[in-house]
C-alpha cells in the first residue's frame, strides 16, 4: 500500500472516531433534554393535579356548607312546627290539669 493510500486510511480512521465522539455527545446531550423534559412535564402535571383536586375540593365544601344550611332550614322549620303544635295544646293541657285538680 502507498504511503498515500495509508494517510487517507489514517485520515479516514481519525474522521470515524471524531465523528463517533460527536455522535455519543449528541446521544448524551438529547438524553438529557429528554430527562428533563420529562421532569418538566411531570413537575407540571404533578401541579395541574394539585390545582385540579384543590378545585374539586372547594367545590366539594361549598356543595357540604349548602347542604348543611338546607338541613339547618328544614330542623328549624321542623322544630318550629313542633313548638307550635305543643303551643297549642299546652291550653287545652292546662284546662285538663284544671279540671282533674278541681274534680278531685
Do not use: P, T, Y
Not at 455519543?24 to 412535564?41: N, T, V
Request: hydrophobic letters at 50%; aromatic letters at 0%; proline letters at 0%.
Amino acid at each position: 500500500m502507498s504511503l498515500e493510500a495509508v494517510k487517507q486510511v489514517a485520515e479516514a480512521e481519525e474522521q470515524a472516531r471524531v465523528e463517533k465522539l460527536q455522535a455519543q455527545q449528541e446521544a448524551r446531550r438529547l438524553i438529557s433534554d429528554a430527562e428533563h423534559d420529562g421532569q418538566s412535564l411531570l413537575s407540571r402535571a404533578a401541579a395541574d393535579a394539585k390545582a385540579q383536586n384543590d378545585a374539586l375540593f372547594a367545590q366539594a365544601e361549598q356543595a357540604a356548607a349548602a347542604e348543611i344550611a338546607n338541613v339547618r332550614a328544614r330542623a328549624a322549620d321542623e322544630a318550629a312546627k313542633v313548638r307550635q303544635k305543643a303551643e297549642g295544646r299546652l291550653e287545652e293541657a292546662a284546662s285538663l290539669i284544671v279540671r282533674k285538680v278541681v274534680d278531685a
